[in-house]
């Protein structure tokens, strides 16, 4: 899920079943993928981020990938204007 003002978005997701930590990736209108937060600890039930670093106006594409001691997966892509209101679920 997401919730953005004009320049940062609150993004928060669904605990994943055996994640060890989360890492969050963002596309920027003009880009590819960036890891904008790693290994955000699966401690104390966190499953949410504020990405402060985006402008307003502008699409953006966001990725969640899940970790542990197996490997890597990866959540559906989810696009977030900010400047507006709207809500995404990350899974």
């Known amino acids: 899920m ?4 004009s320049s940062s978005i609150e993004l928060s997701w669904t605990e ?3 994640a060890e930590s989360y890492t969050l990736h963002r ?3 003009d ?4 890891v904008v937060a790693d290994e955000i600890a699966e401690n104390s039930f966190y499953t ?3 990405d402060a670093g985006v402008s307003s106006g502008s699409d953006y594409e966001y990725r969640l990938t899940a970790v542990n001691s197996v490997g890597k997966t990866d959540s559906t892509i989810v696009r977030v204007t900010t400047g507006g209101s709207s809500n995404a679920t990350m899974d």
């Not at 997401?2 to 003002?5: R, Y």
């Not at 880009?31 to 960036?34: A, H, P, R, V, W």
């Open 2 to 5: 997401s919730d953005e003002s």
């Open 16 to 18: 994943a079943r055996g």
């Open 27 to 29: 596309r920027p209108p």
């Open 31 to 34: 880009g590819g993928f960036e």
């Open 48 to 50: 949410q981020y504020t």
